[in-house]
């Protein structure tokens, strides 16, 4: 089998269910999920040693429940039936309320950085708000889930308290935005 179809060369590719262009919408957010799919998996390879072996197994999940979604993102079928569950959302919610307990308290904003793994788990958590509003233009032109845009909101904050965590968990402080002003109350 070769890798190639030669099928997308006039820019056209296949929904679960029709032919579209390759800047369709829900291409252009499945993309944007399938680029965060990839992310993670960088982030992963930095995540070395047992301290962080929950959020290992975590991201893996991650990792498969993205490819659902991007599956849901790409099914125009009359009856589709869709993969991701609200349990993916409660599941996210889990951890974020268990590592938010275990990072330090802030009070202001946290610029991105710390270890590697901690930047690379941010710069997916920016990638997860690009697939989020990918999302919901998506949304405001076709049907799609409403579980959809939870997890991916979810998403977006459990990536954020992982890599809060990982940098406690090697002794590297947050940088904290410089402003006076408290923003998380």
């Not at 991007?70 to 039936?81: F, M, Q």
């Not at 330090?104 to 793994?117: C, D, M, R, S, Y």
């Not at 233009?137 to 579980?147: G, Y």
């Amino acid at each position: 089998m070769k890798i190639y179809t030669r099928k997308g060369d006039k820019g056209k590719t296949h929904l679960i269910g029709k032919r579209v262009e390759k800047n369709h919408l829900r291409v252009e957010a499945y993309g944007t999920i399938d680029e965060l799919n990839s992310f993670i998996g960088r982030a992963l390879a930095g995540l070395t040693g047992e301290e962080n072996k929950d959020i290992v197994e975590e991201l893996t999940n991650i990792q498969h429940e993205l490819f659902d979604l991007g599956a849901d993102l790409a099914n125009v079928t009359e009856k589709p039936v869709y993969k991701t569950k609200d349990e993916y959302v409660e599941t996210l919610e889990k951890a974020i309320d268990k590592y938010w307990a275990e990072a330090p308290e802030i009070k202001t904003f946290v610029l991105p950085g710390g270890t590697p793994a901690a930047a690379d788990l941010h710069v997916c958590r920016t990638i997860a708000r690009r697939g989020e509003r990918r999302i919901i233009a998506c949304m405001q032109e076709e049907d799609v889930p409403e579980v959809i845009i939870k997890y991916t909101n979810r998403l977006s904050d459990y990536l954020f308290a992982a890599a809060r965590v990982v940098n406690a968990r090697a002794g590297c402080k947050d940088v904290l935005y410089r402003s006076n002003n408290d923003v998380f109350k």
